[in-house]
């Protein structure tokens, strides 16, 4: 699918931030559809049937929370939210009512076009195919569960590979902690996030050149992580 195909809807109150966003996007491609309200943008995604949704958490009419909520009622569209809010929690709330990732403001373009480009690919991956993962010298068969390193095959724990798997049916976006979890552990036999956070070491330990500084399991302060490939 050529990108001039995937039409993206926009929504932001601030004109002149929303004329950057929509130059940058048509720059790139994609075609574009404005909304500057909540409720202009529930219609738009109705009636345009948008393949991804850039939502401003901050509009003139209702928040944009409650936007992404209404949005999910009716769409699994790709909902990535723009946020100048600094707060763990308003990204987490925003998270949780359905967007699959967010882009801080002031954003580079580069970093929203990836963003971007991240959350139409997964959309289209969602026919649940499991992807061959390339992190550096490692190679990771999510299927077959084998994994290899430089120096031969590398072990990892079935615990490990549901982790690495849940990051990587979305990979390039933000997993929240919560959803890591449930998906990796089963709603009932919750582990809390300590639990989490010391499975993501070990899984660095055996994938990242560097573990210390790493580059493929990337933390979001406070919120989740997110693999980047
Ligand atoms: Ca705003």
């Known amino acids: 699918m050529t990108r001039a195909m995937f039409m993206i809807l926009v929504v932001e109150d601030d004109e002149v931030l929303g004329g950057v966003l929509a130059t940058l996007l048509e720059a790139s491609g994609y075609r574009c559809e404005r909304a500057a309200t909540g409720e202009r943008a529930i219609i738009e995604a109705r009636s ?8 401003d958490l901050g509009l003139p009419d209702r928040d944009g929370t409650q936007v992404i909520r209404a949005i999910r009622a009716f769409s699994p569209v790709p909902i990535v939210v723009l946020s100048a809010r600094t707060l763990e929690a308003e990204k987490i709330r925003a998270l949780d009512a359905g967007a699959d ?10 970093e929203l076009l990836a963003r971007v480009r991240a959350a139409l690919r997964r959309n289209v991956r969602s026919d649940g195919a499991l992807p061959v ?17 430089a120096d031969g095959p590398l072990h990892l724990t079935p615990l490990e590979y549901r982790v690495l798997e849940c990051l990587a049916r979305n990979v390039g976006m933000i997993v929240t902690q919560k959803d890591l ?10 582990a809390d996030s300590r639990g989490l956070r010391s499975y993501i070491k070990m899984l660095r330990q055996k994938l990242e050149p560097d573990p210390g500084r790493p580059r ?9 992580y997110r693999l980047c490939v």
Do not use: C, N
């Not at 882009?103 to 580079?108: N, Q, R």
């Not at 979890?181 to 919750?190: D, K, L, N």
């Open 101 to 110: 990732d967010y882009v801080m403001k002031p954003f580079s373009s580069p």
């Open 133 to 149: 993962l390339q992190l550096g010298t490692v190679s990771i068969d999510l299927a077959k569960r084998t994994a290899t390193g």
């Open 216 to 224: 493929y399991l990337v933390t979001e302060a406070g919120v989740g």
């Open 48 to 55: 345009h049937r948008p393949d991804l949704v850039l939502v």
């Open 181 to 190: 979890i449930t998906q990796a552990w089963g709603p009932e036999r919750a």
